[in-house]
């Protein structure tokens, strides 16, 4: 089992930066696939960045530019760097683990950009 534990979010106005983290702690080991995710009620949960041992990090083009996914494997922690947020990137943002081909998720963090 993994657990993943959200953390970061919060009110930002719009230009505002957040970082988001998730932490990650029991059977970690062999986790080589993790991504964030988000999602607005009523809607198909989004692929926002992943990050794979070996390749380059993958981003939707919506976040591209403005957001930067990385992994600290000595915190055993995934974080999530958004910058020049707009209001159109409110949503629960949810971390996810992929580990030898079962998946995980955390909790959620709401973010909610708005003046």
């Known amino acids: 089992q993994v657990q993943l534990v959200e953390s970061g979010g919060g009110l930002v106005q719009p230009g505002g930066s957040l970082r988001l983290s998730c932490a990650a702690s029991?059977?970690?080991?062999?986790?080589?696939?993790m991504a964030w995710y988000r999602q607005t009620p009523g809607a198909q949960r989004e692929l926002v960045a992943s990050?794979?041992?070996?390749?380059?990090?993958n981003y939707s083009d919506s976040v591209k530019g403005r957001f930067t996914i990385s992994r600290d494997n000595a915190k055993n922690t995934l974080y999530l760097q958004m910058n020049s947020l707009k209001p159109e990137d409110t949503d629960v943002y949810y971390c996810?683990?992929?580990?030898?081909?079962?998946?995980?998720w955390g909790q959620g963090t709401q973010v909610t950009v708005s003046s």
């Open positions: 990050i794979q041992s070996g390749s380059n990090p």
């Open positions: 996810y683990a992929n580990r030898n081909g079962y998946g995980y």
């Open positions: 029991g059977s970690i080991f062999s986790i080589n696939y």
